[in-house]
């Protein structure tokens, strides 16, 4: 038995409207939910409202984040509250939390993942979008439950302002904090992630950097080669590089992989020091280039990575989408942001379940063989089937 259903509102949040939210799913779903995932815009009342939902779900397995939009069965939204719930006697659901991120990143992903089941197969995780290092919290997990087992997810919104964000874990109302869920049990899993974005000229080669600050490119400033590159555009950073993220190749990546950019977008800059600091790590040593895309090229890349979820699940039904996409691809769409979801669904199935929200970045693994990465600008799709 596997059942998954969604449900949506865009009301003040409160005690009621939680109630009222867990108890839709609840009707949809024909019984308690065995686990339930939130993703809601991050306005006033979110306690009350994780509090409400907790009453009427009848679960403690409870995960999710504040966002910068939301995704359901019913479309994209915005300043809205998705809740999404599976009913499943195959798969055993164990939640895990992590607080204190910006003390030790990387000691956050391990306790994290020490909280999970011992036989955990497949992994949701949500972190802080501003504060946590999703690179060092993945090192984190994975160096705990080993790098074969698959991760996804995203890391927290709050609607573009870069201020705060929140996570949930029960009925815990988190800032600073990680998040996850463990699924274990008789399921198929299939993902696929692709960006759209397509590298521009020669590549450059990172001579020094720590951490997500990069300091040079080619042994000049990093801000001097991105201001010569952008031109009379360079002015608009650090907005203007979410159009132009930076793509990694080399060592950061396995050989069979090469074709694959993992993209990192801009943050902030530093103009006394020439440096930039990205939305996720940047090995010293890799290789670089500049890249490019369109609304054309990201929506094709959306279909490309839900094809190749499709894939991965060979002959197995699929029961159940999760989408999560990066908060640049939506600035990039503007009105047609919808077709993203569209897309999706239309390769895998419209009657299908589909849940998620755009992101400050996302988390997944590029092949059944390789493991999870933070990524940037980038369409993530995990589907499960039984």
């Known amino acids: 038995m596997f059942t998954a259903a969604t449900v949506t509102s865009d009301e003040n949040y409160s005690l009621d409207l939680g109630r009222n939210l867990g108890e839709a799913l609840h009707r ?159 399921f198929k899993l299939g993902t696929g992630v692709k960006s759209g974005w397509s590298p521009i000229g020669l590549a450059k080669k990172v001579t020094r950097a720590s951490g997500n600050n990069l300091y040079e490119l080619n ?70 280039h500049f890249t490019c895309g369109d609304s054309h090229s990201i929506l094709a890349a959306t279909a490309e990575a839900a094809r190749a979820a499709c894939s991965e699940m060979g002959d197995v039904t699929p029961a159940v989408i999760f989408f999560y996409s990066c908060m640049a691809r939506k600035i990039v769409l503007g009105q047609r942001t919808q077709e993203e979801l569209d897309v999706v669904r239309n390769v895998i199935g419209n009657e299908l379940p589909v849940l998620g929200f755009y992101t400050y970045g996302e988390y997944s693994r590029i092949s059944c063989n390789q493991p999870s990465l933070l990524h940037n600008e980038t369409a993530t799709i995990s589907i499960i089937g039984i």
């Open 28 to 186: 949809k779903l024909g019984q308690t939910p065995h686990a339930c995932w939130l993703f809601c815009a991050p306005k006033h009342g979110l306690q009350d409202l994780l509090n409400g939902i907790g009453d009427a779900a009848g679960t403690a397995n409870i995960v999710g984040c504040t966002t910068d939009g939301e995704m359901s069965a019913a479309g994209y939204f915005k300043g809205s509250a998705v809740l999404g719930g599976i009913v499943s006697d195959q798969i055993e659901f164990t939640i895990a939390h992590a607080e204190n991120l910006s003390d030790n990143f990387e000691r956050a992903g391990k306790q994290l993942a020490e909280k999970l089941s011992p036989m955990v197969q497949y992994v949701q995780l949500f972190t802080d979008g501003i504060s946590g290092n999703g690179c060092a919290i993945l090192r984190g997990i994975l160096a705990v439950l080993g790098e074969a087992v698959p991760i996804a997810g995203g890391t927290a919104g709050d609607d573009g302002k870069f201020e705060r964000t929140w996570q949930f874990a029960g009925d815990k109302l988190l800032t600073d904090a990680a998040v996850a869920i463990g699924f274990r049990g008789d």
């Open 219 to 288: 042994g000049e400033p990093a801000l001097q080669v991105y201001e010569r590159f952008l031109g009379k555009h360079a002015e608009k950073l650090p907005a203007v590089g979410v159009e132009y993220p930076l793509g990694l190749v080399g060592r950061c990546l396995d050989e069979e992989e090469k074709d694959y950019y993992l993209l990192r977008a801009t943050m902030s800059v530093d103009r006394r020091i020439g440096s930039i600091q990205f939305a996720g790590e940047i090995p010293e040593g890799a290789l670089v």
